[in-house]
């Protein structure tokens, strides 16, 4: 399995998911400036990739700077620069400050190899998420049962996370397990994440799918052809609330409706302790991602667009989270926190 991203001595490598599914291009990015930018324009996206990502961004701010004395400046400099790129993933935020712990750290030492612990932490965040994955996967799989209808929505697999995927990343592990079952997959307007990734990585593992658009989720829902919803997160609240890609809601209130289980599955990394559903930001992206499909205008032109990239799930229509420690049900106050604290 190729990874979405990885160290190499040459710089960070990462998949460049505008390309595809028409071409699998490999970006290597020499310094966090151009890792911060293939964050914003989503050349790498993910909650737990952009996690990833911007740990190796740090990583590589220190293994760039020739001048010990600069080498504080440098990082905080490219601490705030990766921190401005993406506002709603909680991921993100969560390992920039597990980096900037290590060289807080440092400060209190002499000859402290900064450097090399840096590296070493981004090389570590990476590996854990491997393996929070592979542990969701096998807590989720529980969940699905042969002749499923299991319907998601956006990219959640292996291109969200370093490798395996979390949403995505149960339906993999149960499809390893043996148990036949269908995977419905939303097409995810306005940048076709559905179409173009989760589709991609479906007809690469031999799961069988079938590619809807947005509009057809209440149909098939009715039809009896939804068993069960799994979608991934790019925060989620002490609570329980679930902010994930624009689209989510809408899906949730429909499962409600038909009295269909809506699942969520995201590591530990992206719950934030400290949020509520008012607290949250939502990222409000390029007009052009709505007047325009890759390229190709498909608006009149001077269009006023509302683009925001996530909505917010209350957690009354969220039936269960599942993490790396286990499934969670509600009330979230309890459970998650509980399990978060014994991370």
């Known amino acids: 399995m190729i990874r979405t991203i990885e160290w190499k001595g040459d710089g960070v490598h990462i998949i460049d998911q505008t390309a595809l599914p028409d071409e699998l291009r490999i970006i290597r990015c020499e310094d966090h400036e151009r890792l911060a930018k293939a964050i914003e324009c989503m050349e ?13 961004g740090i990583a590589l701010a220190a293994k760039n700077c020739n001048d010990e004395k600069e080498l504080y400046e440098q990082l905080w400099s490219a601490y705030n620069r990766l921190k401005s790129t993406r506002p709603t993933a909680r991921n993100l935020f969560w390992a920039l400050e597990r980096m900037r712990k290590v060289w807080e750290d440092c400060l209190k030492e002499s000859g402290n190899g900064l450097k090399e612990k840096l590296i070493n932490e981004a090389l570590a965040i990476a590996e854990e998420d491997v393996a929070v994955c592979r542990a969701i996967g096998k807590n989720g799989s529980e969940l699905i049962s042969n002749g499923d209808g299991v319907l998601t929505h956006c990219n959640a697999g292996a291109l969200a996370c370093v490798e395996h995927g979390t949403a995505l990343g149960v339906i993999r592990t149960a499809c390893e397990e043996g148990k ?22 479906l007809k690469h593992e ?16 009715k039809k009896g052809l939804v068993k069960k919803v799994i979608v991934g997160a790019d925060l989620i609240t002490r609570h329980g609330d679930v902010v994930n890609k624009i689209g989510t809601y809408g899906l949730a209130v429909l499962a409600k409706h038909h009295n269909i289980p809506f699942y969520v599955a995201a590591p530990l990394s992206t719950i934030d302790l400290n949020a509520s559903p008012e607290s949250v930001t939502i990222e409000e992206r390029s007009p052009s991602e709505v007047t325009h499909i890759r390229g190709v205008r498909i608006a009149p032109e001077g269009t006023e667009v509302i683009n925001p990239a996530f909505d917010l799930t209350p957690r009354q229509l969220v039936s269960a989270i599942i993490t790396e420690k286990g499934v969670s049900y509600p009330p979230y106050d309890l459970s998650i926190f509980f399990r978060q604290g014994n991370n």
Do not use: H, W
């Open 206 to 221: 031999k799961i069988p799918f079938k590619l809807i658009t947005d509009n057809m989720a209440a149909y098939v829902m």
């Open 44 to 56: 790498i996206r993910g909650a737990p990739a952009i996690g990833v990502a911007a740990a190796m």
């Open 180 to 201: 036949k079952f269908v995977v419905y997959s939303c097409e995810t307007r306005p940048l076709l994440q559905g179409a173009r990734l989760t589709a991609f990585e």
